[in-house]
């Protein structure tokens, strides 16, 4: 972990330093005053810092910018006083632990390893729809490109819609390898093993998974290795896109049951609303919170007939956003292998899928994960199957 130390009392640095050279995985990479220095935080995993009550107020604010800014970097603080309103207003913005000066090596130590054996967990969204051509892939690669523009986080599109119109066609990234080296190590997968098997686009951190290239029926891909698959890939990426079929069967289930958001993508018309109906009761069923589905109504025209009112009024749901009806731009983006916004940033289709990346990172995950975790439906087993 690339670490710096902030403090402004240079024998505590010191000290500091003392200590985290003898702690595995911690590399130390500076020492500063405080936080209005000339800090790169992009190359950074965490910060230890003093704080009192003084500076408190600053640092605060700072940190919970930094925090939204740098969702993967951690923050421990350190403090000469014990004052119970500074340390539950510290660890509430997000910072990972509050250890009193002068430190010892053993508390110093412990705190960080919590750090590295924390799980990492993919933040899961997969896109369903009651019927094909509505657009899910084109949703999915844009969004990617929204996330990674807005966080630089590491992404993985996760192609299980089993049909032509894939990912891989539309972005022109082709995978050197076949699905089956990835398939035959799931048990043993980490970063240094799959990123080298999967293609990116243009050298972002946006990969692929596809299936379309293989000569594998979907039948190979039951529930059990779905879970599997999806769970192996959570310890990796940060984000985890899932492009579906559109069918209710149990591929979809068990992709739908590890997801923590499921995009319903539908069109403007009353008859695609109307079939929407088969999701939701599915959804009632199996006792999927309203937080988990975010209905998105796609080729959306402000003067339609059928308004947002009357899609709510016909669902008793309420529309999580809308894509306009952009036909030229979409076509542009699809015949150059890109995304909307490289192409022209500024149209109101951009604009869309700009504002339902900002909207799903805005949710609170966590909290999220604790409301699903109530949820008892019988297909909630296809999961545990896979983790076994």
Known sequence: MKTIVIDENNQSKELLFNILKNI????????????????????????????NSKNS???????????????????????????????SQTL??????????????????TSIKKLNTKE?????????????????TSLITNLAWEIYKKTDDKICILDLSFNCENAGSFL?????????????NLNNLNEQLLLPLLPN????????????????????????????????FKNIFDYILIDTSNLINETNMSIMNNSDLILLLTLSKQSSIKNCHKYYELFDKINYSDDK???????????????????????????????????LTLIDAINLN????????????????????????EINFENLDSKLNQNHGIFNLLKKMGEE
């Open 172 to 184: 022109n990234i082709n995978s050197k390898h076949s699905a089956n080296d990835i398939l035959l």
């Open 92 to 109: 509430k913005i997000g910072v990972s632990d509050f250890l009193l000066k002068p430190i010892l090596p053993t508390i110093l130590e």
């Open 201 to 232: 686009y243009k050298n972002s951190k946006i990969y692929l998974f596809e299936t379309q290239d293989e000569i594998i029926s979907e039948t190979k891909f039951n529930p059990q290795l779905i879970s599997k698959i999806i769970n192996s």
């Open 293 to 327: 589905i975010k209905l998105i109504i796609n080729r959306y025209i402000d003067n339609n007939e059928f308004t947002l009112n009357d899609i709510e009024k016909e669902l008793q749901k309420k529309v999580f956003s809308t894509i306009p009806n952009n036909y």
């Open 338 to 361: 890109s995304n909307v916004d490289e192409i022209n940033p500024q149209s109101n289709i951009a604009k869309a899928y700009s504002k339902i990346a900002q909207n799903i990172l």
């Open 57 to 87: 107020e600053n640092i605060l604010k700072k940190i919970s910018r930094l925090k939204t800014e740098f969702k993967n970097l951690n923050f421990i603080a350190l403090s000469y006083e014990i004052n119970s309103q500074l340390v």
């Open 24 to 51: 595995e995985n911690i590399e130390t990479i500076g020492s500063f005053v405080d936080f209005s220095e000339n800090i790169n935080y992009k190359e950074l995993d965490l910060i230890i810092f003093d704080i």
């Open 120 to 136: 990492k967990k993919a933040k899961t969204i997969s896109v369903f729809s009651n019927k094909g051509g509505t657009g899910k």
